[in-house]
């Protein structure tokens, strides 16, 4: 099986700016980030169609509050080469921790 497209992900102005004010507020904003991009980079249709072609595109990542992960919402556009962020979003996790475990 051939290995995945990665495409190059790049961001708009907007998005830039929310990444870099989200810095302020989460300790751990890298993470999420890449955690986002590696979805998005290797497979651009996993966020939900928001254009009739399917090119444009919105995922959320949950986060988790325990760990200092914000849920992460990306607008995005993509083509064969790249990923360009429209618009970042962060927001506290509803989620109170990453995972529990249960007898």
Request: charged content about 30%.
């Amino acid at each position: 099986m051939p290995a995945p497209l990665l495409r190059d992900v790049r961001y708009d102005s907007e998005a830039a700016q929310a990444i870099q004010d989200a810095e302020e507020w989460w300790p751990r904003i890298d993470d999420a980030i890449t955690l986002i991009e590696f979805a998005i980079a290797r497979d651009p249709t996993e966020g939900k169609a928001m254009s009739e072609s399917g090119s444009l595109r919105l995922l959320t990542v949950w986060g988790a509050d325990s760990i200092g992960i914000p849920t992460v919402t990306y607008l995005y556009e993509f083509d064969d080469r790249y990923i360009t962020v429209k618009e970042a979003r962060f927001t506290y996790a509803k989620n109170e921790a990453a995972a529990k475990a249960r007898r």
